[in-house]
Each structure stands twice: as structure tokens, then as C-alpha cells.
């Protein structure tokens, strides 16, 4: 009698699981991480864990006001989760290029994303501003210039990292993630088994398949469901709260982000049979698992495409000389 009760109470639940999603490094411009060996041993020339902005020699500012620049771009950056570092780009390096040219009354800051190589592989321009003004160096109007422009930045290091991931014929863009999942744990009743087997019914398509085995494995998702007492409600039905979270880690253990389930529920109710109430669950955290999943590795991202004049070889890296 009381399946149909519960089953809208976890209806109710797992509406949540879009609310409570947490993916960290959404977006993160994945081309300045370590690729890892196998990634390494695909690229000719891979970047490196950091993007290094170097001091500009010639930004229409004075020096210490160049070098703040400089710094309030990488702490703009960071802001954005780009690894970036304000340090004199290194051989090897991935770099931003910061300039500024004159524009009749104004000056517009400019950015360029250069390849280990000293090629342009995108340029973005901040808002004009005032030549009198830029040529203080405020620390204030170095600022906003630099929150301005980190998230148009970030965008076009998130199609870099696209690119190259189409570049590669072992990237998730062109086969489907290995994802193993190591189980549920702390359900009441039969929650572990049920929920357990729903959820690998429940996740496998096109772009994800559930493996038995962790290794080589690009994800690994396990469920951690915890239940307390709460406060009886209105009604005086006593109350339970109950919590399910579905981690996903990557390949180096890294969190890659959780899909959270939350709701109240009449205390006990599943303290047995699940049912439909664990196929209802399940298939609510595959869906967020997948978002997780395609979020952190960029898979749905579009490429950015070559500068105007620019080919490509297997390592993404482009064939004619950009550098202006």
C-alpha cells in the first residue's frame, strides 16, 4: 500500500537531481592539464598544466603597471579555473601575449592564446578605453580590464581544448566513455542492489559504457545514500531525509563532479522492496551523471576553429605562421 506514496515522494526527489547537480570544472579549459601518457603520446606537442602570461614589452603602460596587468589577468584567469600563472613564458609553454593598441582616442587591451611554437592560435580584444585613462595604469582600471576579458579567454581555451580532442581519434568525442561503476552504498532495504542495477540498465547509450572492471577506465561513478530522522510533518506522519550521491571521478581520481538527490519522505517507507521507486532514481542520476561526464571532458564542446589562413596538423598545431 505504500508503494504508490513513495514512488511520488522519489518523484519528487529525483526533480531535484537537476537542482542539486555539482560539476566541478565545468568548462575548464582542458588543454593546459596534463593529458596524461597516452594523451602525450598523441600530440606532438601537448600542453603544458599551466597558461603563462608573461609581462607585456610593449602595452602602452609603464612598467609596473604592465607587470600588474599581468598579474590581475592570471588571478581574472584563475577566477575562470584556468591554471594560469603570471611568469615569463618557458619553452614548451602555452602563453597569453598581452598588448594594447591606439585607436584614435582610446586604447583597446588586446589577447592572444600563443602555441608553444609563437603562433597565434586566438585573439581576443577587450572595450576600448581611454587612452588618458589606460595610460595611468590604475590599478582599478587594470582590473576590470582584466575581469572583462578572462571569460571570453576561457571560451576560446575551451575550443582549443575541442579541437584537439577532434584531432584525436581515442578522445570521447569519438567513441564512448568507459565508465565503472563501483555500487551503491547505505540505501535501507534493498536499495543497494536495486538502485545499483537500475542505474547500469539506466546509463548505457552511444556516448557511455558501464564496464566491469575499473581499468582503463575514464570515469569510475559509485552512490553514497545516507538517511536521517527529520521533524514529523503537518500531517504527524513521521518524516525521514533522505540524500543520494552520485560521485563521478576521473581516471586520476579527480572529482569530476556529483549528482545529488534530496527529499523528505514518510519515515521507513523504504525500508524493504524499492521497485519502481529504484528505476525512477536510477534513471534521474544517469542523466546527471552523463551531463558530469560530458561537461568535464569537453566532449560536447565545439571546436574553435583555425585563425583565417591557419591549417592543421594531427597535433592541432597550425601549419602557416600566424605571428604578427
Known sequence: MMRIPVLRHMAALVAMAGVGL???????????????????????????????VPVPPSALLPQAAAQAWSRDVAAALLDQTVPAMAQPARKGDWWLRLGAEARGQDVVPTYSVMMPDGRVRSAEAGDPIPATVWAVGAPATLRRAAEQAAPGIAAALTGIQAAQMAQDPRSLKHRAARIYFAGVHGAPGDGDSALGQAFIRALGDAENAVQASPRDADFTVSCAVS????????????????????????????????????????????????????????????GGVRQVVSRYSGRNNVPLPMPVGGAANGSGTPVADLQQ
Open 22 to 52: 555539482l560539476s566541478g570544472c565545468l568548462d575548464v579549459p582542458h588543454p593546459f592539464r596534463d593529458p596524461g601518457r597516452e594523451g602525450r603520446s598523441l600530440a606532438g606537442s601537448p600542453p603544458p598544466a599551466r597558461l603563462a
Open 227 to 286: 538517511v536521517s530522522d527529520v521533524p514529523p510533518g503537518a500531517s504527524g506522519q513521521k518524516q525521514q531525509h533522505m540524500q543520494l550521491v552520485w560521485r563521478v571521478v576521473d581516471q586520476a581520481g579527480k572529482e569530476a563532479g556529483a549528482a545529488t538527490q534530496l527529499h523528505d519522505i514518510d519515515a521507513h517507507a523504504l525500508d524493504g522492496h524499492w521497485g519502481e521507486v529504484a528505476m525512477v532514481a536510477a534513471q534521474e542520476a544517469a
